[in-house]
């Protein structure tokens, strides 16, 4: 163990007396922009009866029931202490530069979901002041780094497979995740299953909505869009450049999330986001994947990031992606050309299939790999409203296991 861990687990006894009896630290396993997380034995699992006794809604610290030495209902009730399993938690201590709201909001949402297939249930948490501990079950699971690249086709539908039954699972409670990447689906490849973790950013659906033109058909949007330029014109008159007398309302959107996983929609401001700025992102994990690249968009701000998503999808299709929130994109950066490019060719040129020259310019993609394509493109379409559904996306052709 090294120093500062010894130190923290120190300072956590400290905060928790009661806390070194029930668990005890292992190790430092995460330490993110808001907590750090440790891998932690918990010695009050009720090893007989598989279960933690304990109440999610409780955070009072509760003295652990006796460890039962008998057992009426079990033929195990001798077996030797030290052969019984040992349970691990992972234990989130959350920073206390987090806002009461904010830590309250991401473990009422983790209760809400306790039962959801595929998501990291809460088992309690505790509170010291302003020092919050959630804990959670531990999750045995590999560095994205390490397997993405050898992934095959099979392999990468059994993990989009799992990632989608987590999301179906999150998005039919009508709540969004925001924070949808490889470090927030904790992924064992050995046993072909994954955990979603981290609600620090989810919010739900609905809730500081605002009105977007995107939720509107094509005609109300085109006039509700003509009616907004008529006003601007008829106050300040068409102006070169930046508007200095610009008459819209300014714009306040949740940009909540990590930079290259953005969908276009928060990019663009949207103030009614969807459910679907998940299913984005998920999309960018299967385009990393399939590319063989990570990260795979590197932008370190929104209009960076924008003119990312512009190169692959060309001008036109920006523009009208904009045009749904009622944005202009406009740009007079040569690299991004008017129709962009198909996922097909970014796939062979990241993976050196193909350099665009005569000589491999017949170069394909397998049949398998065609239809990880397919999927994507329903995954990352520029319009969240056409974009598909995790629960749509669990019946796409892709993800279907057993038919083949
Ligand atoms: P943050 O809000 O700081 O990003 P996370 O909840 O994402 O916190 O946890 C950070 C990291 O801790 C994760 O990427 C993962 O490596 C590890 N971790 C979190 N929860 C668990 C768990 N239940 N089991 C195992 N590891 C976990
Ligand atoms: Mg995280």
């Known amino acids: 163990i090294d120093l500062t861990v010894q130190q923290d687990m120190e300072k956590l006894n400290h905060t928790f007396p009661a806390f070194k009896d029930n668990y005890h630290l292992i190790k430092r396993i995460g330490e993110g922009t808001f907590s750090?997380?440790?891998?932690?034995?918990?010695?009050?699992?009720?090893?007989?009866?598989?279960s933690w006794d304990?109440?999610?809604?409780?955070?009072?610290?509760?003295?652990?029931?006796?460890?039962?030495?008998?057992?009426?209902?079990?033929?195990?009730?001798?077996?030797?202490?030290?052969?019984?399993?040992?349970?691990?938690?992972?234990?989130?201590?959350?920073?206390?530069?987090?806002?009461?709201?904010?830590?309250?909001?991401e473990l009422e949402l983790l209760h809400d979901l306790r039962d959801s297939p595929s998501v990291c249930p809460l088992i309690t948490a505790f509170r010291h002041s302003d020092q919050v501990l959630a804990i959670l079950p531990y999750f045995r699971h590999q560095d994205f780094r390490k397997y993405y690249p050898n992934m095959t086709v099979p392999d990468i539908?059994?993990?989009?497979r799992s990632l989608f039954t987590a999301l179906a699972a999150v998005h039919e409670k009508g709540i969004l995740h925001r924070d949808i990447k490889p470090t927030n689906f904790l992924y064992d490849p050995d046993k072909q299953r994954g955990v979603l973790v981290d609600f620090g950013l989810?919010?739900?659906?609905?809730?500081?909505?605002?009105?977007?033109?995107?939720?509107?058909?094509?005609?109300?949007?085109?006039?509700?869009?003509?009616?907004?330029y008529a006003l601007n014109?008829?106050?300040?008159?068409?102006?070169?450049?930046?508007p200095k007398n610009d008459t819209r309302p300014s714009r306040r959107a949740n940009r909540a999330g990590t930079r290259g996983f953005r969908a276009p929609e928060v990019l663009f401001k949207c103030t009614e986001q969807t459910t679907k700025i998940d299913i984005w992102s998920a999309g960018v994990i299967l385009l990393t994947?399939?590319?063989?690249?990570?990260?795979?968009?590197?932008?370190?701000?929104?209009?960076?990031?924008?003119?990312?998503?512009?190169?692959?999808?060309?001008?036109?299709?920006?523009?009208?992606?904009?045009?749904?929130?009622?944005?202009?994109?406009?740009?007079?950066?040569?690299?991004?050309?008017?129709?962009?490019?198909?996922?097909?060719?970014?796939?062979?040129?990241?993976?050196?299939?193909?350099?665009?020259?005569?000589?491999?310019?017949?170069?394909?993609?397998?049949?398998?790999?065609?239809?990880?394509?397919?999927f994507l493109n329903r995954c990352m379409d520029l319009d969240p409203s056409r974009r598909i559904s995790a629960e749509e996306a669990l019946r796409h052709k892709f993800l279907q296991i057993d038919s083949e």
Request: proline share 6%; charged share 30%.
């Open 54 to 105: 304990l109440d999610a809604r409780d955070n009072q610290w509760e003295p652990p029931p006796p460890l039962k030495t008998t057992s009426n209902s079990r033929t195990n009730s001798k077996v030797n202490p030290s052969r019984r399993p040992r349970k691990f938690v992972a234990i989130k201590k959350i920073y206390v530069t987090s806002s009461p709201s904010r830590i309250f909001n």
């Open 202 to 228: 989810a919010e739900r659906e609905g809730v500081d909505h605002k009105p977007c033109l995107c939720h509107l058909d094509q005609d109300s949007r085109r006039q509700k869009i003509r009616a907004t």
């Open 289 to 374: 994947i399939l590319c063989k690249r990570f990260p795979f968009f590197n932008s370190t701000d929104d209009v960076e990031a924008m003119i990312e998503i512009a190169t692959i999808f060309g001008v036109k299709r920006m523009r009208q992606a904009g045009q749904l929130h009622g944005c202009v994109f406009e740009t007079n950066i040569p690299s991004i050309g008017a129709q962009g490019f198909s996922f097909e060719k970014i796939m062979l040129w990241s993976t050196c299939r193909s350099d665009g020259s005569k000589d491999n310019k017949n170069a394909e993609l397998t049949d398998e790999e065609k239809g990880a394509v397919e």
């Open 157 to 160: 539908k059994l993990y989009f």
């Open 36 to 50: 750090t997380v440790y891998k932690a034995e918990d010695v009050r699992y009720d090893r007989y009866n598989n």
């Open 233 to 242: 014109a008829s106050h300040a008159g068409p102006q070169p450049g930046y």
